[in-house]
């Protein structure tokens, strides 16, 4: 996949650490590469790639910044392996007919429900959001950022079977990322405080005007609008 050839060449180009890094070798196992990547994970979701040090992810992860060096070899190969990681499984758990409805809920749900940052699964739910706030870096982090749209835009590009069905896809995503910035970023109200029930059943019905794919709607009771088949299960 393109993010994964993103990923592989962040990391061949990283710098090893010099110095005293076999006194913590150690430390430095499959556990611990483990809470990196999840502390990565909801710092660049929190607060993008440029704002989130390397220092705080460590300190999250509650190792040495060493080991984050070791481990990855620089900050632009963990931001890769973290995107590529958290977006891949989001989009392997989740099947195309689904995809929109868990990326809306995605965006709207604070922090993974509540959960705390770092919380295991969180990165998956959040990784439209480390998109959005990670926009506008480093040719390298743009690469990663690009290669995940697209993966996400081919996914759903299976809803439609229009000869303009990459295009469709492609509006979708924008939509969705429209709503994820006005939300996430800039807190815009009404969307900011509205029920994830509610953006969902607008967002889904006005959306199968683009990907015919989508579940049709049903009507659920005391609700305003439809929702999506998927949704009232």
Not at 67 to 76: A, I, N, Y
Not at 131 to 154: H, I, K, M, P, Q
Not at 192 to 217: F, I, S
Request: with cysteine; net charge negative.
């Amino acid at each position: 996949m393109a993010v994964a050839k993103v990923v592989a060449k962040a990391a061949a180009e990283a710098v090893p650490v010099a110095g005293g890094a076999e006194a913590q070798r150690p430390q430095a196992g499959p556990a611990t590469r483990d809470r990196l990547l999840m502390a990565a994970s909801a710092l660049f979701a929190e607060r993008g790639y440029e704002r989130a040090t390397v220092r705080e992810i460590a300190a999250r992860a509650g190792v040495n910044q060493a080991l984050l060096f070791r481990h990855f070899g620089s900050k632009q190969a963990l931001f890769g392996e973290v995107v590529a990681r958290d977006g891949h499984e989001q989009l392997r758990s989740t099947p195309p007919e689904q995809l929109v409805e868990v990326v809306v809920r995605s965006l709207l749900r604070p922090t993974a429900e509540g959960r705390p940052a770092g919380a295991e699964h969180a990165g998956a739910d959040r990784s439209l959001e480390t998109l959005l706030r990670s926009v506008g870096g480093d040719d390298e982090v743009a690469a990663v950022v690009t290669a995940l749209g697209d993966e996400y835009a081919r996914a759903l590009a299976t809803l439609s079977t229009a000869d303009d069905r990459g295009l469709r896809a492609d509006l979708a995503l924008s939509w969705l990322l429209g709503i994820g910035l006005m939300r996430v970023v800039v807190g815009r109200q009404p969307l900011a405080d509205a029920d994830a029930d509610d953006v969902c059943r607008l967002v889904g019905g006005a959306l199968r005007h683009l990907l015919e794919g989508l579940p049709a709607p049903v009507e659920r009771p005391g609700a305003a609008e439809p929702c999506t088949d998927e949704a009232a299960r």
